[in-house]
């Protein structure tokens, strides 16, 4: 790439982009980037997008109902990521907010409608695919094309690549990041036949590498596969040269949680939120995951559940059921994932439930980790500098 090309920013498209930690994390090195799109059809997810990172921007007047629903009517959206939404079903406020997101943040929805040819040029292409049909706490169903599972979206990245290709248009840069049990035995072959594909179309593929939080300044158990792929014939060995990202696992966990409860009614309300009853099953959850909330812990991996026998932490707390324990809020979920309290309370006026905002949180990407593989992709480029 030509140096006067990086006077220009890096242009990002975001797949399956969620809330955007990849934009985040693009944020903390002050990148020069601009998202020139997104493709993301669960609503809840383009919405909380689009507080967090559009909030105080222009928008468009916003027009009629019937207008906002005419636009929206040529994207394909979901509720609940399963199935499509009939949006004349779906509560005007909420269309209206769906409406200007989906706007600002340059969504074209749902990956099955995306085409090569409405796709923007992009420099780097990220795709985190639906892990549900490959992770410990889903059905196995796997990913294999023409499948059906939500986990078999990976080939539609095929099918856009294959058709950007013919166009001329291929990203220079791809990165995938998806559960661990991707590289196991069972789900081996089809991540090998969509390596050996990219190959094909003259990408060089980087070992797939297993990062976790707790290497990353973040007191998280959470271990994700990435794969960085580089079109040419110089590949890149992020794998190799992100070790020395890596830093001692040693943590302020208090840094946070948040316990201040009489000092910020905020927090004694979130708090409450995120109280259990303590029902038999989860007096089970508690022996399990019961964890004292100090400087020492450590939670497990945040899910998109985290009332279930497997959660990240349950902390004793005396609130509105009494004496039992809670869950992690959401306010602590961000900032165990890599976001900043700010980037949280922006949020905040969507007033989702705890299970909305938990879904959301807990599909998202440690933003830690991703700032250290940009790092390493960028250095010395788009303003991203070395580190200390």
Known sequence: MSSKAHLRPLRVFEAFAGIGAQATALKRLNANF???GISEWLIDAVICYDAIHNAGEPHDEV???EEQLKYLSGFEFSRD?????NLKLVEPEIIEKLYIANKRSKNYGSISQLTGEIMPKCDILIYSFPCQDLSTGGNGGGMSKGSGTRSSL???????LEELRKLNKLPRYLLMENVKTIRCEK????LQKFLNFLEKKGYQNDKPVLLN?????????????????KLGNHPLHVSETIVHAKKERKFDATQYLRTDYNNREVLRNEANIAQLNATPSRKVMWQKNGKLANAD??????????????TAALFEYTGALGETFRRLTIREAFLFMGFTEEEYERTIHLDFSYRRMNRLIGNSIVVNVLTEIFREIFVGRYSINPRN
């Not at 990521?81 to 939404?85: E, G, N, P, V």
């Not at 707790?214 to 998280?220: A, M, N, V, Y």
């Not at 812990?297 to 497997?310: E, G, H, K, P």
């Open 81 to 85: 990521s399963i199935k499509k939404t």
């Open 34 to 36: 601009e998202v020139v």
């Open 297 to 310: 812990t450590v939670i497990r991996t945040i899910t998109c559940n985290m009332d279930r026998t497997n």
């Open 154 to 160: 990976l080939w539609e990245i095929e099918r856009i």
């Open 187 to 190: 789900f081996m072959p089809d």
């Open 213 to 229: 939080a707790l290497d990353f300044g973040i007191p998280q158990e959470r271990e994700r596969a990435f794969i960085v792929s």
């Open 63 to 65: 027009p009629s109902f």
